[in-house]
């Protein structure tokens, strides 16, 4: 918005011409969204307050766990207006990857917040059910897939770091591969949100790290030089990445040990579903799979103790997801979260890395 009104008056005045770099909308959009959860943290906790939306905890986990009971949760809202707001304001609103990427944010979030809503607010245990999740994230992400396909200068091959020459095209099967990375990386982060401050870390460097692949993408001659994949226009998700930079501080700040505040699946659903498209569109859909490690490890650990249990009557894990199978062994909670953040971190430098590896 601020970009529309305010960059075609460069012209006249000159230092409206900063509205044209990519970089200083950036910055200021993830300002911005640090402002927003600061503005409305406080209002949106006494809210959910109002509203009796607390977290119940299960009996049959950790003890530790029982002291979070009553805590406010649902707070996913004031990370969506947090990534919304600033994204209106700062990015380029004629560019189709933004409202594709914020299609999926506001999808998945009101996914997350009708389960949330029906489990902490009209105590219906059930919620929405597996099924009903599951399909509403299919068709969300399927269309994403559907936009993609059929949109004359995106291409379907898929990049393998590593492998300069190797890009399969994937065809017709790319709507299913990109239905599959969007679902998988929402139910990922919805895993992994279990301890305070555990999810919105490292979704807070995956974000900061697809800031600068969005970058490259959209540079002609940054991904020339890099020999990453140009996807014009997609330099734009930048902007939506640094939103999301500055939610994740944000709420960060409410949600850090002991939290005042849980996001929910409202925030949880919606911000690994906003990751896998931004992956998607970047053509770096790999390299989720290596940044997004602790989200891969969280979810396979649940798979792996459901097949164990259901085929040989046996877990391999205390508890799943892993996290809490730490918990179990006696590690502090505040060590995990940490240690999990500086895996992420690590990670993250590990992707980074592959840019001069092809």
């Not at 707070?75 to 560019?95: E, K, R």
């Not at 917040?113 to 219906?124: A, L, T």
């Not at 990049?159 to 990386?185: E, M, R, S």
């Not at 992956?279 to 103790?305: C, D, N, R």
Request: glycine share 10%; aromatic share 14%.
């Amino acid at each position: 918005m601020l970009y529309h009104l305010l960059y075609p008056l460069a012209g006249n005045v000159k230092l409206f011409n900063i509205f044209k770099y990519l970089t200083f909308r950036t910055i200021y959009a993830m300002i911005t969204a640090l402002l927003v959860c600061f503005v409305l943290g406080p209002w949106v906790i006494r809210m959910l307050e109002g509203l009796q939306a607390r977290q119940v905890i299960r009996t049959d986990g950790p003890e530790s766990h029982l002291q979070k009971q009553g805590t406010p949760t649902m707070g996913g809202v004031m990370i969506l207006a947090a990534i919304i707001i600033p994204t209106l304001l700062w990015a380029d609103l004629s560019n189709q990857y933004v409202w594709t990427v914020l299609f999926i944010t506001v999808g998945y979030g009101l996914i997350g917040f009708v389960d949330d809503y029906k489990k902490v607010v009209e105590k219906n245990s059930k919620g929405l059910s597996a099924r009903q999740k599951m399909f509403w994230q299919f068709l969300l992400a399927g269309a994403v897939g559907v936009f993609l396909f059929v949109k004359p200068e995106f291409n379907e091959q898929l990049y393998v770091p590593f492998f300069k020459n190797f890009h399969p095209d994937l065809w017709f099967w790319y709507i299913p591969f990109v239905t599959i990375v969007v679902v998988g990386a929402s139910n990922a982060v919805n895993l992994t949100d279990g301890l305070d401050g555990l999810a919105i870390g490292p979704v807070a460097i995956n974000a900061a790290t697809y800031m600068l692949f969005s970058y490259i993408a959209g540079h002609a001659t940054l991904s020339a030089y890099l020999q990453v994949p140009r996807v014009a226009g997609a330099g734009e998700l930048a902007v939506v990445c640094g939103a999301m930079v500055g939610a994740g501080l944000g709420f960060l700040w409410y949600n850090s040990y002991p939290a005042e505040v849980f996001m929910g699946d409202v925030g949880s659903l919606s911000l690994g579903g906003t990751l896998g498209t931004i992956a998607v569109i970047t053509k770096q859909e790999i390299l989720l799979v290596i940044v997004g490690g602790i989200f891969v490890v969280e979810a396979l650990s649940v798979i792996f103790q459901v097949g164990s249990y259901k085929y040989r009557g046996k877990r391999i894990f205390r508890m799943a997801p892993i996290h809490h199978h730490f918990e179990l062994k006696g590690v502090a909670e505040p060590k995990i979260i940490v240690r999990f953040w500086i895996i992420t971190i690590i990670l993250a430098l590990v992707a980074i890395s592959t840019l001069k590896m092809r």
